[in-house]
């Protein structure tokens, strides 16, 4: 088959994980199932676009043969602002949100044991059963919103309310409660009946429920101190949970999926959180040493792609991207195309296979498969990276087309602090943002990283997407990162045509 008609027959999948109807087809199984679910693991934490919400939705989709119940909440069209004004008083910053997570993680637990097929109808059952139904009737969809919906604070706390006259006296009476206007007394007496229940449970059936995409409108708050006390509140309360459940052998958990820059960005507000540290799984695809480039987890995760698609079984990467007919021409080492994507790409899934997918465009448009297809491709991914990108920098610099200016006078080679100083003074005040930070800022979002000439031949690369942990050293040379200068300058090109 024709390298151009073999690509064109390639299923490369949906470039996020969470929407991917065929995610299992071709979902590389790192034993995720034993790490995550079966250990005591209660955070999934790495860069955008490095699988979490894959893995998010894998896990939902092989609960069933797992035996286990999976509830998965997305928070992408959460009403995240109606939930920051949720503040219990009770408790000192940054835990003020504990109580309104607590009961929206108890609840979603009561609601799967309801729904369980295998449910046990006893007293404990049945005063689930009856506080879910008074609550949310039949609508067990999206529980969490509407939880936070109904909830009203006032000077007594917090409360939850249907609007109903009857509301306070008749689940007052379901959950044996004298108070049912205090969420405290609430989340108490739910997490006592639910413990029992599955103390008692002699089935195997694991229960889970997951959080994803809270930060997926991270960008969008104007009170970022807000935004991680809630979240700081959260992995408090998974944290709390799973450890009392692990303790009395119960089998129930809570997991929270998060970007790497925020939970590290954590403990500038909380000092407590550096005993999560075990109980993360950090995702991390990076090629960082010579050695990684034996069979990279970025090389299976395209070359399982291919290999399912039809009529591909047993090609991969160097079968259909074969350098030796595309011709090529590469400073890369021994032409390797796979490693030319990759340096382009800030080493995530969602990077490679989107390169790999705007290959596949232009040979679609355009018939053919030769050396002009690379370059052309390149363009068009490197403009999606400027893309994604641009959305996190106009939150901290609005003048965006200012600061792309600025950077493509830097040019793509490595220059020192003392020339970035230099240049910089006649822009600073329209960008608005002092040098330094500026450095700190860029390093954060891979837009530069830092390098190290030794004996004037090898370079060592120092970067956010080499180490999540990594900071920007003002004392070695910097360089822009080779995808987002070339969507730079073309974007640049693009403009004047």
Same mark, same amino acid.
């Given at each position: ?33 034993? =790490? ?39 928070? $992408? ?7 920051? =004004? ?6 000192? +910053? ?16 009561? $609601? ?18 009856? &506080? ?100 700081? $509140? ?13 303790? +009395? ?7 929270? &999926?998060?970007?790497?820059?925020? !939970? &590290? ?52 990467? =160097? ?7 595309? +011709? ?12 030319? !994507?990759?340096? +382009? ?69 490595? !220059? ?8 910089? =003074? ?31 031949? &090898?370079?060592?690369?120092? $970067? ?30 693009v403009s004047r045509k």
């Amino acid at each position: 088959m024709k390298l151009a008609e073999a690509l064109l027959n390639v299923d490369f999948g949906d470039i996020d994980g969470l929407y991917d109807g065929n995610i299992e087809k071709y979902f590389i199984d790192d034993g995720y199932w034993n =790490k995550i679910v079966l250990k005591d693991t209660y955070y999934i934490i790495g860069r955008k676009g490095t699988g979490k919400s894959a893995i998010y939705n894998w896990i939902e989709k092989t609960a069933p043969e797992n035996d286990a119940i999976v509830s998965n909440l997305s928070f $992408s069209a959460f009403p995240f602002e109606k939930l920051l =004004k949720l503040a219990d008083d009770d408790f000192a +910053r940054p835990n003020q949100y504990q109580s309104i997570w607590r009961n929206i993680i108890l609840t979603e637990l009561a $609601s799967l044991i309801v729904k369980d097929a295998k449910s046990i109808k006893n007293d404990q059952y049945n005063e689930l059963q009856q &506080y879910i139904q008074f609550l949310f009737g039949e609508d067990l969809i999206d529980l969490h919103k509407q939880i936070t919906t109904i909830a009203q604070k006032d000077a007594g706390g917090i409360k939850l309310s249907t609007g109903s006259l009857s509301y306070e006296e008749s689940i007052a009476r379901n959950l044996q409660l004298n108070q049912f206007d205090n969420i405290t007394v609430i989340n108490r007496r739910l997490e006592n009946v639910i413990a029992n229940y599955l103390l008692h449970y002699e089935e195997e059936t694991r229960f889970l429920v997951q959080f994803d995409q809270l930060d997926d409108n991270y960008t969008q708050y104007q009170k970022y101190d807000e935004y991680y006390q809630s979240i700081i $509140s959260l992995f408090k309360v998974i944290y709390d949970i799973n450890q009392k459940f692990k303790a +009395r052998n119960i089998n129930a958990k809570v997991i929270g &999926y998060l970007r790497s820059d925020i !939970f &590290y960005s954590i403990d500038e507000f909380d000092a407590e959180s550096a005993r999560w540290d075990t109980h993360k799984f950090n995702l991390n695809w990076s090629i960082v040493n010579k050695d990684d480039w034996s069979n990279p987890a970025l090389l299976k995760v395209v070359n399982k792609r291919i290999s399912t698609s039809e009529g591909l079984q047993n090609s991969e990467f =160097k079968d259909i991207f074969n350098n030796d007919i595309i +011709r090529y021409s590469t400073n890369d080492d021994s032409n390797d195309l796979f490693k030319h !994507f990759i340096h +382009r790409t800030f080493h995530r899934p969602r990077d490679i296979i989107q390169y790999c997918i705007k290959v596949q465009e232009e040979v679609q448009n355009t018939g053919r498969f030769y050396r002009g297809t690379i370059n052309n491709s390149e363009k068009e991914y490197s403009l999606w990276l400027l893309s994604e990108l641009t959305n996190e920098i106009t939150v901290k610099i609005p003048a965006i087309k200012t600061l792309f200016e600025f950077l493509r006078l830097l040019g793509s080679r490595a !220059f020192n602090l003392s020339t970035f100083k230099l240049q910089y =003074k006649t822009y600073e005040s329209r960008i608005g943002i002092e040098s330094e930070e500026l450095l700190r800022f860029l390093y954060k979002l891979a837009i530069i990283h830092n390098v190290n000439f030794v004996k004037g031949r &090898y370079t060592e690369y120092f $970067s956010i997407i080499r180490n999540d942990k990594s900071t920007f050293n003002r004392d070695l040379k910097i360089q822009i990162h080779p995808g987002f200068w070339k969507g730079l300058h073309t974007s640049n090109y693009v403009s004047r045509k």
